[in-house]
């Protein structure tokens, strides 16, 4: 199926340093996600993110958080202080209509 | 409070076998339901899916089976193959929303040869 690419796909940092997640998503596709999967666990929404702007939001998605995707380049998220429970394997998604999402392979985040 | 629900937690079958994977749902306003499939240190792929207008689909060896007056599906996987082996999630769409995905806790497969 359609390709989404994530980098880095591990990454280790001390609490309270910034990191960000980058996204290709598949490049026809209109529709952004970043969703959180902790330990092979299910997988949580995030935030989407269409037109330029966040659509929805979860509790998750706490206030150190941030998206965007600069003039079509790769879709990021931001964390900005980092905390230990925001360690956690993170997959952007991407779909055409908002129905069939395609995933990435994750990124890691180890926070120290 | 879980949304969707997925039993059971882990199945064995064996090879040749058709392993049959539940889903539930609480919400009515559920109106597509993929299901993906994830090996260890990948990201999940999409396997199938289905709107909440049909009660079957088919593709090749998947068939998921849906009762919306239940709010129930099932995955079926037929001829199974230790290449399947893996875990599959359910997840459900919110009509008209943001397109968001809700998950189900996985059922962890492995089919034995």
């Known amino acids: 199926g359609p390709k989404v690419l994530q980098i880095p796909s591990h990454q280790i940092i001390d609490m309270g340093q910034m990191v960000t997640l980058n996204c290709d998503p598949v490049?026809?596709?209109?529709?952004f996600y970043w969703y959180k999967q902790i330990l092979g666990q299910q997988m949580e929404f995030l935030v989407n993110?269409?037109?330029?702007?966040?659509?929805?939001k979860s509790k998750l998605f706490k206030d150190q958080f941030s998206v965007e995707r600069p003039d079509g380049s790769y879709f990021t998220l931001k964390i900005q202080p980092t905390a230990l429970e925001d360690s956690a394997v993170y997959f952007c998604?991407?779909?055409?209509?908002?129905?069939?999402?395609?995933f990435g392979p994750g990124t890691r985040l180890t926070v120290l | 409070q879980q949304q969707v629900r997925q039993s059971p937690q882990s199945l064995t079958v064996w090879e040749g076998e058709t392993a049959i994977l539940n889903c539930s749902y609480e919400?009515?306003?559920?109106?597509?339901f993929p299901w993906y499939q994830q090996f260890p240190g990948e990201g999940p792929a999409l396997l199938i899916s289905?709107?909440?207008?049909?009660n079957k689909k088919e593709d090749g060896r998947f068939t998921i089976f849906f009762n919306k007056r239940e709010k129930k599906l099932s995955l079926h996987i037929a001829d199974s193959q230790p290449g399947d082996s893996a875990t599959y999630f359910c997840?459900?769409?919110?009509?008209?929303?943001?397109?968001?995905?809700?998950f189900g806790e996985g059922t962890k497969l492995t089919v034995s040869s």
């Open positions: 997840a459900a769409r919110y009509q008209g929303g943001s397109a968001k995905l809700i």
């Open positions: 289905i709107l909440s207008v049909s």
């Open positions: 998604a991407s779909s055409l209509e908002g129905y069939e999402q395609y």
């Open positions: 919400n009515s306003a559920f109106d597509y």
């Open positions: 993110f269409y037109n330029g702007k966040v659509m929805e």
């Open positions: 490049s026809n596709h209109l529709y």
